[in-house]
């Protein structure tokens, strides 16, 4: 991608979000008595609950199901995989993680597998594929980066974090039975193929599930430990393998599985690149992580993803 071609996305996309995020930065100083840990929660619960259930709806009814779609979530689902591998010998298994202690090494596992593929991934691939791409992050999110966090993820926390199997997880099916979002993605799905004439249900839905992305970039500045940003290696080096190495290996799967490498490939390689998911805070609370090196990795993520994103963008319009 030619250096010009990326000034709408700095301008259209790159900027509203560190926008946001920086205004949820600055909230607690200045925006209101509500308590930031609170309004985080309370935010959270919004988008979950309205926008996001919503937002799927639409995109659901909206487009076909087709092979070459569901490579997304099959490219993303491999590079947890090979993440996983690689940073539980890093974290674990290696001389670099043994002066961790199980909450840490637990909570920067599940941060560096796991990222912010829907909120900051949509915008961006909309921005780099046009309306349409909007299905790559919605089928990944629904089909891969949700059961996989409540599945391998919840499994990190419980038996490689601090409990080490004292603490039982809920079972997949019944979390995934009450997540609004992915039920508003079934009935999207169902009204997509069903031949109802529902457009003005569609564009209402998708009307109600633009606030999601602005909410929740909002949220991610809330969350942001701004005034201890200071990073260590762990963290460096968990966001390096984040933001880089499991994009890599994607990319390298990609290559290999798919010849030529198309657009839904190269979405899965960039949502593969996204930092660490502001979920990691409400798992690190749940489960007793380490909540400080949860949060610190979440920054120094969206931070560095600046510096990363520019490349693998390059990579899937080159």
């Known amino acids: 991608m030619p250096p010009v071609s990326m000034l709408p996305l700095i301008v259209e996309v790159m900027l509203p979000i560190a926008l946001l995020v920086g205004a949820g930065g600055v909230w607690p100083r200045h925006g209101g008595e509500v308590p930031p840990a609170l309004l985080r929660v309370q935010l959270n619960r919004l988008a979950l609950n309205v926008f996001v259930p919503a937002l799927m709806f639409a995109i659901g009814a909206s487009f076909d199901v087709t092979l070459d779609l569901l490579t997304v979530p099959l490219l993303y689902a491999l590079g947890v995989a090979a993440g996983s591998v690689l940073l539980y010998w890093l974290l674990y298994r290696s001389a670099f993680g043994a002066r961790l202690d199980d909450a840490g090494r637990a909570a920067l596992m599940i941060g ?36 996989l966090v409540w599945s391998l993820g919840v499994a990190i926390a419980t ?7 004292a603490v039982k997880a809920p ?15 079934a009935a999207g799905i169902a009204v997509h193929y069903s031949g109802l004439d529902l457009g003005a249900a569609v564009r209402a839905a998708h009307l109600i599930g633009q606030a999601t992305v602005p909410v929740m970039m909002f949220v991610l500045g809330l ?14 080096a968990v966001a390096l393998v984040k933001l880089a190495v ?33 979920m990691l805070l409400v798992l690190a609370d749940r489960f007793k992580l380490d909540t400080e090196r949860a ?3 979440v920054g120094w993520t969206t931070l560095l993803m600046w510096l990363a994103l520019p490349f693998w963008i390059w990579i899937g319009k080159a």
């Open 112 to 147: 560096g597998l796991f990222g912010n593929t829907f909120y900051i991934g949509l915008p961006i691939l909309t921005m780099v594929y046009g309306p349409q791409a909007a299905r790559y992050p919605a089928y990944n999110d629904m089909l891969a980066a949700v059961p």
């Open 159 to 165: 038996r490689l974090g601090p409990g080490r199997g």
């Open 171 to 185: 079972p997949l099916w019944r979390t995934l039975a009450v997540l609004p979002p992915l039920w508003g993605f």
């Open 223 to 236: 969350s942001i430990p701004w005034r201890q940003l200071r990073p260590d290696r762990y963290i460096l």
């Open 246 to 278: 499991i994009p890599a290996l994607v990319w390298g799967m990609a290559s290999q599985l798919f010849f030529p490498v198309g657009e839904p490939q190269y979405a899965a390689i960039i949502e593969s690149s996204m930092p660490s998911m502001v």
């Open 295 to 297: 949060a610190l990795l």
